[in-house]
C-alpha cells in the first residue's frame, strides 16, 4: 500500500509561478512511477506529468511543456511539480499518483490539491 499526500495549492496570479509536492509513505517509493494529474471544475481528469522510477525519464502534456518540470527525490520519497508561467487554464484538483510504470495504470492517487490561477 501507498499513501500520497500532495501540498502546495494555493491562489496565483496568471504569470505566477507554484511548486505542488507530492509525499509518500507505505510500500517502496522509489520502485514506482510517478505522475501528476488534474481535474479543472466540470472537466475529466487529464494527464499532467510522468517521471519513471529512476527519475531518467519523464513526461508531459502538450499543454504544459516548457512550463511544468517534475522531478522527484527518492531518499526523501517525495515527488514535485514546478510550475511555470502558470495560466487560467491551468486552473484544477492536482492528483499525484503512482504506478509501476508509465503509460501504465496508476494505482494508487493522493486526495488532491487545488490549483487556482487568476486573470
Known amino acids: 500500500q501507498v499513501q500520497l499526500v500532495e501540498s502546495g495549492g494555493g491562489l496565483v496570479q496568471a504569470g505566477g509561478s507554484l511548486r505542488l509536492s507530492c509525499a509518500a509513505s507505505?510500500?517502496?517509493?522509489?520502485?514506482?512511477?510517478m505522475a501528476w494529474f488534474r481535474q479543472a471544475p466540470g472537466k475529466e481528469r487529464e494527464f499532467v506529468a510522468a517521471?519513471?522510477?529512476?527519475?531518467?525519464?519523464?513526461y508531459y502534456a502538450d499543454s504544459v511543456k516548457g512550463r511544468f518540470t517534475i522531478s522527484r527525490d527518492n531518499a526523501k520519497k517525495t515527488v514535485s511539480l514546478q510550475m511555470n508561467s502558470l495560466k487560467p487554464d491551468d486552473t484544477a484538483v492536482y492528483y499525484c499518483?503512482?504506478?509501476?510504470?508509465?503509460?501504465?495504470?496508476?494505482?494508487?492517487w493522493g486526495k488532491g490539491t487545488l490549483v487556482t490561477v487568476s486573470s
Open positions: 507505505g510500500r517502496t517509493f522509489s520502485a514506482f512511477a
Open positions: 517521471i519513471s522510477w529512476s527519475g531518467d525519464s519523464t
Open positions: 499518483a503512482s504506478g509501476t510504470y508509465y503509460p501504465g495504470p496508476m494505482y494508487y
